[in-house]
C-alpha cells in the first residue's frame, strides 16, 4: 500500500511507462568512419502505449543518426498515462539516444586489414 501511495497510483495518476525499448541500429558507415553523436527526439505517446510524431529536435552531428534514431522511437512501447485512473495520450514526450562505439568496435576499426593470398 506505502508503494502505491508514493508512485501516486492510489490516485490513479502516473506518467507514461516505458516497457519496450529496442536499441538503435549504429549506421554502419558511422561505424566504419568510427563517428559517434547524439539525438533528441520529441514524440507522442497514444492512449495505448504506442509512438507517433517522432521528430528530431536536435542531432550531432547532423543527419548521421537521425533515421537510426526515430526508426527504433517508432518501435518504443509504453504503458500509457494514466490520469484519474483513464489512460490518456500525452504530446512532446523528449529523449536522447546516444551512438557510441563500444572499445572493442573502435579496435576492430583501427586494426590493419589483411589481404588474402600474400
Known sequence: ????????????????????????????????????????????????????????????????????AVDAVRGWKFLPMQRNGQSVAVADQISTLTFKLSVDQKDRAKAPKTIKGL
Not at 13 to 19: A, F, G, K, S, V
Open 1 to 68: 500500500m506505502l508503494c502505491w501511495g508514493l508512485c501516486g497510483c492510489a490516485a490513479g495518476n502516473r506518467p507514461p511507462m516505458l516497457l519496450v525499448a529496442e536499441g538503435p541500429v549504429y549506421p554502419e558507415f558511422a561505424r566504419a568512419q568510427q563517428i559517434e553523436g547524439v539525438v533528441n527526439v520529441a514524440y507522442d505517446v497514444t492512449v495505448t502505449g504506442s509512438v507517433i510524431n517522432v521528430r528530431v529536435i536536435k542531432a550531432v552531428p547532423s543527419g548521421m543518426f537521425d533515421r537510426a
